[in-house]
């Protein structure tokens, strides 16, 4: 068990509705870190936060967003969902960054129909 | 731009052999190199990391990684593979001149331990 804790483990909801992922980071970590997996992707980086404030993005679409809440749990928000979403959303966190290590949660698997 | 790279899509290795897992990097400034472990359904593991120091790295389960600064290596080892092992690997890297530079990850490595 990492102690980074995502909800929900399992989704499955239509195109064109909108899902809320949810991360709690382990306890006394600052940053939290979005990915997305998918078979013909692999492991895409989404967005990066450092105590609420964002600090990098990756191939994050307009269609989803995200932050971090001054209690340090994250959100992430994906919208006007296609097929294309569906894959397994991994939150990871970590004390700060440069040398320290992420420590990656179970993941949310999405699956939209 | 950083980059990370895993030229092999699958390792396959007979349960007693050694395994390694190949992996090569590209980053401006020093690296951060670590593997992951992630076994079906599950969460990316962390194994072990090489921030600075002694070139061979010691991680969790008996694996071990050997840093090449002049080839851009950090290829993953295991003197004796088990069945277990069987499972996808990551290799990432992070620029360590960058403190919040991205968290950059290979492709995976499939490794297929057979009895």
């Known amino acids: 068990d990492s102690g980074v804790t995502q909800t929900p483990k399992h989704l499955i909801t239509a195109t064109g509705q909108r899902v809320t992922l949810r991360c709690s980071p382990r306890s006394g970590d600052l940053s939290v870190y979005w990915y997305q997996q998918s078979l013909d992707q692999g492991l895409q980086f989404l967005i990066q936060?450092?105590?609420?404030?964002?600090?990098a993005k990756g191939n994050i679409l307009e269609r989803f967003s995200a932050q971090q809440f001054p209690d340090l749990h994250s959100e992430l928000n994906l919208s006007s969902l296609e097929l294309g979403d569906s894959a397994l959303y991994f939150c990871?966190?970590?004390?700060?960054?440069?040398?320290?290590?992420?420590?990656f949660g179970e993941g949310s698997w999405l699956t939209v129909v | 731009a950083q980059s990370v790279a895993q030229p092999e899509d699958q390792v396959n290795v007979a349960e007693g052999n050694p395994l390694t897992v190949k992996c090569t990097y590209s980053v401006s400034g020093n690296p951060y190199l670590f593997w992951y472990v992630q076994y079906p359904n599950r969460g990316l593991q962390f194994l072990l990391k090489?921030?600075?120091?002694?070139?061979l790295v010691k991680g969790s389960y008996g694996f071990e990684a050997e840093f090449n600064k002049s080839q851009t290596s950090f290829h993953l080892k295991k003197p004796s593979a088990l069945v277990s092992d069987s499972a996808l690997y990551f290799c990432?890297?992070?620029?360590?001149?960058?403190?919040?530079?991205?968290?950059?990850f290979g492709a995976g490595t499939q490794v297929v331990v057979t009895p």
């Open positions: 936060y450092y105590n609420g404030e964002e600090r």
């Open positions: 990871a966190s970590s004390t700060t960054g440069g040398s320290n290590t992420i420590y």
């Open positions: 090489y921030i600075t120091g002694d070139n």
């Open positions: 990432a890297v992070r620029d360590g001149t960058d403190s919040w530079g991205k968290f950059q």
